[in-house]
């Protein structure tokens, strides 16, 4: 029996099924709040809206058009080169968990993770490799920071004034 399971998985990954990466977010004690501090009961937050866009190659998050990601057109043409497909959109409270489990196009390579804080300027930009082994991610917010649990990466903020 269990013969049959590998050889069902192997089929499975040859016949062209779109591969599964789960996503489990956990939002802080403050998050998307309306000025750089929280309050301490932190009545102060506000969902954040976070994307997750499948990509086929890792751009550089530094080189990226950031006042792009409030259009979605011109988020098309700044990712023009790695588009897959639209991003899976959700918004997240305070002190809550989010799960995010469904499949993303064969070909995808990379993911691409923007926070919308409320204000202008307040976003921030990850870029995360597809591990094929590994289809788990655990990723941590804090304001309207993107946190990836056991990675190295390139946080970029804009902070306008």
């Not at 639209?86 to 390579?109: M, N, W």
């Not at 202008?120 to 490799?129: A, C, Q, Y």
Request: positive net charge.
């Amino acid at each position: 029996m269990p013969r049959l399971f590998v050889f069902m998985g192997l089929l499975a990954l040859l016949c062209g099924c779109s591969p599964r990466y789960r996503f489990d977010i956990k939002a802080g004690s403050c998050l998307n709040p309306k000025g750089p501090n929280c309050e301490v009961d932190a009545r102060d937050s506000y969902p954040l809206e976070m994307r997750i866009y499948p990509l086929r190659s890792c751009p550089d998050p530094t080189a990226l058009k950031w006042d792009a990601f409030w259009e979605e057109e011109e988020v098309q043409k700044t990712l023009k080169d790695v588009w897959q497909a639209a991003p899976e959109r959700f918004h997240i409270e305070r002190l809550k968990s989010e799960e995010i489990d469904k499949p993303f196009p064969r070909k995808t390579h990379c993911f691409l993770l923007v926070s919308m804080g409320r204000l202008e300027g307040t976003r921030s930009v990850i870029t995360h490799r597809f591990k094929p082994l590994r289809h788990r991610t655990s990723i941590m917010l804090d304001r309207h920071d993107i946190f990836i649990q056991n990675t190295t990466h390139v946080i970029k903020e804009t902070d306008k004034k």
